[in-house]
């Protein structure tokens, strides 16, 4: 007996892939910074040093004196040569009231009026510094300074992110099939 057979044929099918690679691009920008430092506050007072300086003796040595000084000190003058005056009259009118003791009285009151016997020259030395009398009162300085605070303001900034996802493609070449055959 004859019994029929089945033939069967195939042809393998190729599957193809064709892939796009995914693009992603990240970036991130740099932070916004804005600093600013506003200066400091400077007060600033002071009161000022004195220099007293009292040259009154030291300009009377070197005959620089006041107007009223002056008057003070030749009214002094003026009274003590008074007083001396009026002393030698009333010694003279003493030693004319003894003449009848003897003597020359008149000659030796003349004598002593005209003998003034010598003179020094009136040199000297003048400008002492301790005539000058000083008095410093320092001063003082407040200094007050008021720091600022520093103003910092940042700005985060988002990163920029880009993606391109990939694609895979599929091709069959080719096509698989598959043929039956009965043969008798």
């Known amino acids: 007996m004859n019994f029929p057979q089945i033939q069967i044929q195939t042809t393998k099918g190729f599957l193809q892939l064709q892939t796009t690679k995914p693009v992603q691009e990240l970036s991130q920008p740099k932070a916004t910074l804005t600093q600013q430092q506003p200066a400091a506050i400077l007060e600033m007072s002071s009161t000022k040093s004195q ?3 009292d040259t009154t003796e030291a300009r009377a040595e070197v005959d620089l004196k006041s107007v009223r000084r002056r008057i003070e000190e030749h009214a002094q003058k003026g009274k ?3 007083l001396e005056g009026i002393g030698r009259r009333a010694s003279e009118g003493q030693q004319m009231m003894k003449i009848e003791n003897g003597g020359n009285v008149f000659a030796g009151l003349a004598k002593q009026s005209t003998d003034s016997g010598y003179r020094s020259l009136g040199i000297r030395f003048v400008g002492n510094k301790s005539g000058v009398k000083m008095g410093f009162e320092p001063g003082a ?3 007050r300074v008021t720091p600022q605070k520093a103003v910092n303001e940042v700005q ?3 990163p920029i992110h880009h993606y391109t996802p990939g694609k895979v493609t599929t ?3 080719p096509k698989p099939s598959i043929a039956i055959d009965v043969k008798q």
């Open 51 to 53: 220099l007293s300086l």
């Open 80 to 82: 003590q040569a008074a």
């Open 141 to 143: 300085v407040d200094i």
């Open 156 to 158: 985060m900034n988002k």
């Open 171 to 173: 091709h069959v070449n």
